[in-house]
């Protein structure tokens, strides 16, 4: 790593980083306190009816089974579309800056004109997206707590949970991020790359979505990232989940270290 590229790639990212984290700590906020209220408000009855159970597990991704409780609604704080569109939204303004962005804003020449090896720059690049993310998830985890102090105490999750749930996302965060990454690798323009990732994560979405209602989509679920990002599931039992989250470490990491041997290899010039 590079002690300078890393300062370049925080002046340019920080302000991206803290207004999607103010966004996302709102928003977390907001659902935290109004989605358990809404919750409440709901008939049993209601709630075993099929078709409010099918858009329940449609948007949790899972299956809820007949164990309806507070965390089926504090978990939908962690897996709401706004959410998910913040968070990988980062991830991929962040992930498709290099080679993508710099060779389509014709900078590529500058950056690889410096006394750095291709690895020192993806690296660098690398430890700073990984640090905003953690900082995103913070505030995601901050403004969730937030909202859950306008709640009775018994009707908050546990933070050890809630922990957890951050984790996981932040997870799935980098699985998305090493898709991003090894498109931008591949791309000579930026907003082409961003496009691309967001539509893959899109018809991923949509097709954890529809394996809930539809079932030969169920066989293919399991390439969708949320199929491993399940919080109703965390905060209920408490468990880690290992399986989740090395599934998602490990696809998010070949992506990425296949967007490095790429970086490297490729030829690059300004177009």
């Given at each position: ?27 977390e906020a907001a659902f935290a306190f109004v989605l358990p209220k809404f919750g409440a408000q709901m008939s049993p009855e209601w ?115 809630l922990l957890l749930v951050a984790l996981n996302l932040f997870c799935a965060y980098g699985a998305a991020g090493g898709l991003a990454w090894l498109v931008s690798a591949l791309s000579d323009r930026r907003g082409r790359a961003m ?77």
């Amino acid at each position: 790593m590079n002690r300078g590229l890393i300062i370049r790639a925080f002046r340019e990212m920080w302000s991206t980083t803290l207004l999607l984290g103010l966004a996302l700590t709102g928003v977390e906020a907001a659902f935290a306190f109004v989605l358990p209220k809404f919750g409440a408000q709901m008939s049993p009855e209601w709630l075993q009816l099929g078709f409010a159970r099918g858009i329940m597990q449609g948007m949790l991704g899972t299956e809820i089974g007949d164990r309806i409780g507070p965390q089926l609604f504090q978990s939908m704080a962690w897996v709401h579309p706004v959410v998910l569109a913040l968070v990988w939204a980062h991830a991929l303004v962040c992930c498709t800056r290099v080679p993508a962005g710099e060779i389509d804003r014709g900078t590529v020449d500058v950056l690889l004109g410096l006394p750095v090896s291709r690895w020192e720059v993806f690296l660098s690049e690398t430890l700073v997206w990984l640090v905003f993310g953690l900082a995103l998830l913070a505030a995601a985890l901050a403004g969730n707590l937030l909202g859950g102090l306008a709640l009775p105490a018994a009707e908050r999750p546990q933070l050890a949970r809630l922990l957890l749930v951050a984790l996981n996302l932040f997870c799935a965060y980098g699985a998305a991020g090493g898709l991003a990454w090894l498109v931008s690798a591949l791309s000579d323009r930026r907003g082409r790359a961003m496009t691309i990732v967001f539509l893959i994560l899109l018809a991923l979405f949509l097709l954890n979505y529809l394996a809930q209602f539809w079932p030969p989509m169920e066989k293919w679920v399991f390439l969708s990232p949320l199929h491993y990002h399940r919080p109703v599931e965390i905060l209920r039992s408490g468990a880690w989940p290992w399986r989740d989250m090395a599934v998602l470490v490990s696809v998010g990491g070949t992506m990425w270290l296949a967007a490095g041997v790429v970086f490297a290899r490729r030829d690059l010039c300004t177009v």
